[in-house]
Each structure stands twice: as structure tokens, then as C-alpha cells.
């Protein structure tokens, strides 16, 4: 029997098999479509719409698909999206051409090539002591206008009841602010260097970020079915730091914002983390992560989905598993073909499986694998799924 997409969502997220495996694509950053890719889409099967940017934010270089695109690439969820305050929009737009893009919360981004822009702008990379902290002009996590659209735009969704609606507030993961304030060598060694600092800054940042969840899950109310946040805590081997101090300095930080979210909405929570972070999936769902992605299928034990499937399946969703780092960019539409079918053999059995690519859908991705993928999910992921 047919579902609409939200009730597929739904199913697989209670842990029951839908009509077919969700697919989860283009509503997030860590869910999204580079810029060029997108355009080359929309070229590709004919679609005439214009170019908008997730979070109203260029240098992201993420695209917000229109309706037409999203229903070709038979994406299942629909986004909901905090925004920066209106000043900062408005005077990053107002900026000279090149120069640095500045954030509300202070850090921000170089074009280090044409149209390319990576996080450089660091604004405590030399701070040490937990003055430092206390003195530092933080942002408002109570102007309005950073969710002033949502609550129209969920409700909205919600009464049409054709899509799962995820929403993903933008810059409020803990340690990605933290990479982002310091730099990610810096932090990582103030992490073993001045644990105390450390801590200090990985709280201050949590508190911030509970402020403007609230304001944003108030916005929603029962309008939404998954809260999307995150924390990128791997490698392609290995984590980025021993299981012991994830557990004693970082795990009391997730462990606390999860439960504040628990507390404010019936949604299910989806944490987003890149790498081999398989020594801690115990430790996600210990915390209350319902839904892990991206599952980096190319990174050390995350690659033995079979071990995922008998471990973790039963207690948590996967979302993701299509590799970016080769297949998607690098291989051809039957190859992109034979490993979406691969994943949902190997993952989607029983249901538990929503199935997109490694995080963002870069730009060396040819759109014909993006269809290849999509394509490959309509073919090979219909319930029973035959094995």
C-alpha cells in the first residue's frame, strides 16, 4: 500500500517497514546540494527556477532546491531553517565584494578562491582563560528576527501533511562553534592543555544554544517531526579524541542539550556527526539520538554496515550512507546504482533506513549520479525488499 512521504518518515522512524525507504536530500547543510550540482540538476531534467541559498547565506554555497527539483530527487522531509539575525544579513550583503563574511556569533569565512569560502575568522583562537570567556561579546540568541519565518513556514507544511518536517537550526552544535571560535587544532588542544578552559567554553556555547532552541522549538510547536543538530566527531579512521574524553568532557554537553530538547518537543532528534565514530554510537543512544547520520560508509568500522545493522539497529535509525568521498563524485551511474543497493540491502532491512548521501552533495558530484541514486532508491528500495 502507497504512504505519503511523511507517513513513510514516520514508519521507519518507529522502527516499522513503510512502502519504501525514505529519502532524505536537500532539506539540511548536512542533507544539502552544492550550488553547482543543483543548477546542473535542474538543467538536467528540464526545471526553470531560481537559485536560492540555504540560510539566506551565499558563502555556505548550499542551495535551497525548489519544490519542482526536491520532488524529481523524491526527497521525503521538507526543511525548516532559523536564520541570522536581520542586521547581519543585511550587512554581509551591504560588505565589500571578497571580503570576510561575519557571522552573529562573531567567527566566519574567507574567500580563499573565487566563490570558495572556508571558516578562518577566529575570533578567540588565542584565548586560554575563562575571563576570556565571560568577556567576550556574545550573540543574541533573543532577536526575533532569527525566527520570525518558522512558525508560518511549519505550520504551513504541517497542514498540507504530505512531508516529514525537519528542522535544523543553524549553528548550534557546541563543538563545531567551539572548532569555530578557536580553530579545530587550537580547541582540540585546549581540550588536553586547559581541560578547565575547555569546558568552560564547550557550557557557555551550550547555554547560547539552548537559548535560541527554545525560541525556535516555541516557533514550531507540534509542527515537526525531527530536530536535526550535531556535533562532527571523526575521521576517516579514527575519532578526533579518545572515547574517555569525549565521555568526561564533551558527552555531559550533548547529554544535556538532548534532554533540553526532549523536554520542548515530541520530535525525534537526529545528530549529525561525520567519521568513524562507531566506539560511540553506544554512547548517542545512551543520550537519546533517535536518528544517526551521516553514517560515512568509506570511514574505518562505520564501512561494516552489516555490524551496524545487528548492533545498533534495533535502538537507533541510520540516515545517510551514500559515499561522497568516491562513489558519488568519482563513479558511474551503475556504480552509484549497485551501492544504493548495496546500502539498502545491508541497512534497510526491517525498515530503520532513510537513505541520502555523506553529508552535503558537493560540487564534483555529477547530477546524473545524483538521479542514479534517487533513481537506484525507487528501484531496489520497495518493501518487502528482496534480498
Given at each position: 500500500m502507497s504512504m505519503t512521504p511523511r507517513e513513510r518518515v514516520l514508519a521507519t522512524i518507529d522502527h516499522r517497514e513503510p512502502d519504501r525507504v525514505p529519502i532524505v536530500l536537500g532539506v539540511s547543510n548536512a542533507t544539502g546540494i552544492k550550488m553547482r550540482t543543483y543548477r546542473e540538476i535542474k538543467q538536467l531534467v528540464g526545471i526553470v527556477a531560481e537559485d536560492r541559498y540555504l540560510y539566506d547565506w551565499p558563502e555556505l554555497g548550499t542551495a535551497d532546491p525548489d519544490e519542482a527539483t526536491l520532488q524529481r530527487l523524491g526527497t521525503d522531509v521538507r526543511g525548516v531553517w532559523d536564520l541570522e539575525p536581520d542586521w547581519v544579513l543585511e550587512r554581509n550583503r551591504a560588505r565589500e565584494p571578497h571580503s570576510d563574511y561575519i557571522n552573529s556569533w562573531g567567527s566566519g569565512a574567507k574567500e580563499i578562491t573565487p566563490g570558495e569560502w572556508f571558516p578562518m575568522v577566529e575570533p578567540l583562537k588565542a584565548a586560554t582563560s575563562i575571563a576570556e570567556i565571560e568577556d567576550y561579546p556574545w550573540p543574541d540568541m533573543h532577536d526575533p528576527t532569527r525566527v520570525a519565518h518558522v512558525g508560518e513556514r511549519a505550520a504551513r507544511l504541517a497542514l498540507e501533511n504530505q512531508y516529514a518536517i525537519m528542522a535544523t537550526p543553524w549553528l548550534l552544535f557546541p563543538l563545531e562553534r567551539a572548532f569555530a571560535m578557536q580553530g579545530m587544532d587550537t580547541f582540540l588542544m585546549n581540550m588536553a592543555m586547559y581541560p578547565d578552559f575547555a569546558e568552560a567554553l564547550l557550557w557557555r556555547i551550550e547555554e547560547l544554544c539552548k537559548e535560541l532552541m527554545l525560541h525556535f522549538l516555541e516557533e514550531l510547536g507540534d509542527n515537526v517531526d525531527i530536530i536535526k543538530i550535531g556535533d562532527d566527531l571523526g575521521t576517516q579512521e579514527s575519532l578526533l579524541m579518545s572515547p574517555a574524553m569525549y565521555r568526561q568532557m564533551l558527552k555531559p554537553v550533548h547529554a544535556d542539550y538532548?534532554?533540553?530538547?526532549?523536554?520542548?518537543?515530541?520530535?525525534?532528534?537526529?545528530?549529525?556527526?561525520?567519521?568513524?565514530?562507531?566506539?560511540?554510537?553506544?554512547?548517542?543512544?545512551?543520550?537519546?539520538?533517535?536518528?544517526?547520520?551521516?553514517?560515512?560508509?568509506?570511514?574505518?568500522?562505520?564501512?561494516?554496515?552489516?555490524?551496524?545493522?545487528?548492533?545498533?539497529?534495533?535502538?537507533?535509525?541510520?540516515?545517510?550512507?551514500?559515499?561522497?568521498?568516491?562513489?558519488?563524485?568519482?563513479?558511474?551511474?551503475?556504480?552509484v546504482r549497485q551501492e544504493t543497493r548495496r546500502i539498502i540491502e545491508a541497512l534497510g532491512q526491517d525498515g530503520g533506513l532513510m537513505i541520502g548521501a555523506v553529508h552535503t552533495v558537493m560540487n564534483d558530484v555529477p547530477a546524473e549520479n545524483v538521479l542514479a541514486m534517487v533513481d537506484a532508491v525507487e528501484e531496489f528500495g520497495h518493501y518487502p525488499l528482496e534480498l
Amino acid at each position: 500500500m502507497s504512504m505519503t512521504p511523511r507517513e513513510r518518515v514516520l514508519a521507519t522512524i518507529d522502527h516499522r517497514e513503510p512502502d519504501r525507504v525514505p529519502i532524505v536530500l536537500g532539506v539540511s547543510n548536512a542533507t544539502g546540494i552544492k550550488m553547482r550540482t543543483y543548477r546542473e540538476i535542474k538543467q538536467l531534467v528540464g526545471i526553470v527556477a531560481e537559485d536560492r541559498y540555504l540560510y539566506d547565506w551565499p558563502e555556505l554555497g548550499t542551495a535551497d532546491p525548489d519544490e519542482a527539483t526536491l520532488q524529481r530527487l523524491g526527497t521525503d522531509v521538507r526543511g525548516v531553517w532559523d536564520l541570522e539575525p536581520d542586521w547581519v544579513l543585511e550587512r554581509n550583503r551591504a560588505r565589500e565584494p571578497h571580503s570576510d563574511y561575519i557571522n552573529s556569533w562573531g567567527s566566519g569565512a574567507k574567500e580563499i578562491t573565487p566563490g570558495e569560502w572556508f571558516p578562518m575568522v577566529e575570533p578567540l583562537k588565542a584565548a586560554t582563560s575563562i575571563a576570556e570567556i565571560e568577556d567576550y561579546p556574545w550573540p543574541d540568541m533573543h532577536d526575533p528576527t532569527r525566527v520570525a519565518h518558522v512558525g508560518e513556514r511549519a505550520a504551513r507544511l504541517a497542514l498540507e501533511n504530505q512531508y516529514a518536517i525537519m528542522a535544523t537550526p543553524w549553528l548550534l552544535f557546541p563543538l563545531e562553534r567551539a572548532f569555530a571560535m578557536q580553530g579545530m587544532d587550537t580547541f582540540l588542544m585546549n581540550m588536553a592543555m586547559y581541560p578547565d578552559f575547555a569546558e568552560a567554553l564547550l557550557w557557555r556555547i551550550e547555554e547560547l544554544c539552548k537559548e535560541l532552541m527554545l525560541h525556535f522549538l516555541e516557533e514550531l510547536g507540534d509542527n515537526v517531526d525531527i530536530i536535526k543538530i550535531g556535533d562532527d566527531l571523526g575521521t576517516q579512521e579514527s575519532l578526533l579524541m579518545s572515547p574517555a574524553m569525549y565521555r568526561q568532557m564533551l558527552k555531559p554537553v550533548h547529554a544535556d542539550y538532548i534532554q533540553f530538547i526532549k523536554q520542548h518537543t515530541r520530535a525525534q532528534v537526529m545528530f549529525h556527526t561525520d567519521g568513524d565514530v562507531f566506539p560511540l554510537i553506544d554512547d548517542f543512544i545512551e543520550m537519546g539520538v533517535d536518528i544517526l547520520n551521516p553514517i560515512q560508509t568509506s570511514a574505518g568500522k562505520m564501512s561494516n554496515l552489516t555490524e551496524l545493522k545487528q548492533r545498533f539497529g534495533d535502538d537507533i535509525i541510520f540516515c545517510g550512507g551514500m559515499d561522497t568521498a568516491r562513489v558519488l563524485p568519482q563513479g558511474t551511474p551503475e556504480e552509484v546504482r549497485q551501492e544504493t543497493r548495496r546500502i539498502i540491502e545491508a541497512l534497510g532491512q526491517d525498515g530503520g533506513l532513510m537513505i541520502g548521501a555523506v553529508h552535503t552533495v558537493m560540487n564534483d558530484v555529477p547530477a546524473e549520479n545524483v538521479l542514479a541514486m534517487v533513481d537506484a532508491v525507487e528501484e531496489f528500495g520497495h518493501y518487502p525488499l528482496e534480498l
